[in-house]
């Protein structure tokens, strides 16, 4: 992929599943070389439709059997020419393949070597196996989602994996590729969701520190305890999400929703309950889409609740071009936006093996000798199938 700020950056990642491949995912969108270190028998969630996997969208692939120490040298030898190297094994994984920190910074001073754990690389829980769920729940971030007197809601794997994992790689890789460049000094990024998802909670342990957060679900301004910030069925059993919680926003709701009530008590805890019943009552008057046309260009904070296939013909982000189908799969774009050096969308994810003589030729590997060994796979793909 050419162009984005990230242009001419060099990655090794070493395939994985979840935040780590975001991270690469991430990092090709802002013009990285993004190269995957596949391995044979396959390392995602669905072996046979890898060229559907859009978490690999925009990076080459190399297949390599990292059980031969031929094939940990080819990988050693393509750090020498790397900028980061990112991976999400187990702690103490890379170490015993022989791609540990100590054995990457030997060749390559310069190197950032981003870890990607749920634990993190130390702790009482470091060695044990976990996904989003888990990590979210030992933050207080599961707890905190749901309704009032009902269980903890999953919030997809959005808040662990890829906003409190793959999010904080990436911003680790790029201040540590900041000192590099400072500094001409590689350092290990240790990048646990525990951490990061602790860390978005910020905002949250703020409120709650000032005393207007009660420890509890369903109950504060911003979990949908608060009637004008919360979810409501409509006549066709869709839903409008509302999010009116500045004075003059409210106002612009009860206004729309016909309601006669005084603003000045929107805060009125005491009132709530009966608040919340008004509101109800006046969305299951009408349909979404009228609702939806009622609050269009309104400052009320209200907006429909789209399914994922919904939200790409929605007039926004239609016009931003948020969510588009690429390569017969919708997908969505590249995030954030740049004035300077803008990004694009990148190959379609490869079949594992795809790019291996490709790659290891150009990266000044002998591709030929590996493959004669069997410690590389050249995969010959349909390039109907897999035109990247």
């Given at each position: 992929?050419?162009g984005?700020?990230?242009?001419?950056?060099?990655?090794?990642?070493?395939?994985?599943?979840?935040?780590?491949?975001?991270?690469?995912?991430?990092?090709?969108?802002?013009?990285?070389?993004?190269?995957?270190?596949?391995?044979?028998?396959?390392?995602?969630?669905?072996?046979?439709?890898?060229?559907?996997?859009?978490?690999?969208?925009?990076?080459?692939?190399?297949?390599l059997?990292?059980?031969?120490?031929?094939?940990?040298?080819?990988?050693?030898?393509?750090?020498?020419?790397?900028?980061v190297?990112?991976?999400?094994?187990?702690?103490?994984?890379?170490?015993?393949?022989?791609?540990?920190?100590?054995?990457?910074?030997?060749?390559?001073?310069?190197?950032?070597?981003?870890?990607?754990?749920?634990?993190?690389?130390?702790?009482?829980?470091?060695?044990?196996?976990?996904?989003?769920?888990?990590?979210?729940?030992?933050?207080?971030?599961?707890?905190?989602?749901?309704?009032?007197?009902?269980?903890?809601?999953?919030?997809?794997?959005?808040?662990?994996?890829?906003?409190?994992?793959?999010?904080?790689?990436?911003?680790?890789?790029?201040?540590?590729?900041?000192?590099?460049?400072?500094?001409?000094?590689?350092q290990?990024?240790?990048?646990?969701?525990?951490?990061?998802?602790?860390?978005?909670?910020?905002?949250?342990?703020?409120?709650?520190?000032?005393?207007?957060?009660?420890?509890?679900?369903?109950?504060?301004?911003?979990?949908?305890?608060?009637?004008?910030?919360?979810?409501?069925?409509?006549?066709?059993?869709r839903?409008?999400?509302?999010?009116?919680?500045?004075?003059?926003?409210?106002?612009?709701?009860?206004?729309?929703?016909?309601?006669?009530?005084?603003?000045?008590?929107?805060?009125?805890?005491?009132?709530?309950?009966?608040l919340?019943?008004?509101i109800?009552?006046?969305?299951?008057?009408?349909?979404?889409?009228?609702?939806?046309?009622?609050?269009?260009?309104?400052?009320?904070?209200?907006?429909?609740?789209?399914?994922?296939?919904?939200?790409?013909?929605?007039?926004?982000?239609?016009?931003?071009?948020?969510?588009?189908?690429?390569?017969?799969?919708?997908?969505?774009?590249?995030a954030?936006?740049?004035?300077?050096?803008?990004?694009?969308?990148?190959?379609?994810?490869?079949?594992?093996?795809r790019?291996?003589?490709?790659?290891?030729?150009?990266?000044?590997?002998?591709?030929?000798?590996?493959?004669?060994?069997?410690?590389?796979?050249r995969?010959?793909?349909?390039?109907?199938?897999?035109?990247?």
């Amino acid at each position: 992929m050419s162009g984005g700020p990230l242009s001419g950056v060099k990655v090794l990642e070493l395939a994985g599943i979840g935040p780590a491949p975001f991270a690469g995912m991430a990092l090709a969108d802002l013009g990285a070389e993004v190269v995957r270190v596949d391995r044979p028998g396959g390392s995602g969630f669905f072996p046979g439709a890898e060229h559907l996997d859009l978490l690999n969208r925009g990076k080459k692939s190399v297949l390599l059997d990292l059980k031969r120490p031929e094939a940990v040298e080819a990988v050693l030898a393509m750090v020498a020419e790397a900028d980061v190297l990112i991976e999400g094994y187990r702690p103490g994984v890379a170490e015993r393949l022989g791609l540990g920190p100590d054995a990457c910074h030997a060749r390559n001073p310069r190197l950032v070597y981003g870890r990607m754990t749920g634990w993190g690389q130390d702790g009482p829980l470091a060695q044990t196996a976990g996904h989003d769920i888990g990590y979210i729940a030992l933050t207080g971030a599961l707890h905190a989602i749901g309704e009032a007197g009902g269980p903890p809601q999953i919030p997809l794997n959005l808040v662990g994996d890829f906003g409190g994992g793959g999010n904080y790689l990436v911003i680790g890789v790029l201040a540590a590729l900041r000192e590099a460049d400072r500094s001409g000094r590689g350092q290990v990024v240790d990048a646990a969701i525990v951490d990061g998802t602790a860390h978005l909670l910020a905002g949250t342990h703020m409120i709650m520190a000032a005393g207007a957060w009660v420890d509890e679900r369903g109950a504060n301004l911003l979990d949908g305890g608060a009637p004008f910030y919360s979810v409501y069925e409509t006549s066709d059993g869709r839903h409008m999400a509302v999010g009116a919680l500045e004075p003059k926003f409210y106002v612009e709701l009860l206004t729309a929703l016909g309601l006669d009530e005084d603003p000045r008590k929107q805060h009125d805890r005491s009132r709530w309950p009966e608040l919340r019943a008004r509101i109800a009552t006046a969305f299951a008057g009408r349909s979404q889409a009228e609702w939806s046309a009622i609050f269009t260009g309104s400052d009320a904070c209200v907006a429909p609740v789209m399914s994922l296939r919904e939200a790409a013909d929605h007039p926004h982000i239609r016009a931003r071009g948020s969510i588009v189908e690429h390569d017969g799969l919708l997908q969505p774009a590249p995030a954030p936006r740049f004035s300077l050096t803008p990004t694009a969308l990148g190959t379609p994810p490869p079949v594992p093996g795809r790019h291996t003589v490709e790659v290891l030729d150009a990266w000044g590997v002998d591709a030929a000798a590996l493959i004669e060994s069997g410690a590389a796979v050249r995969v010959p793909t349909d390039d109907a199938q897999d035109p990247s």
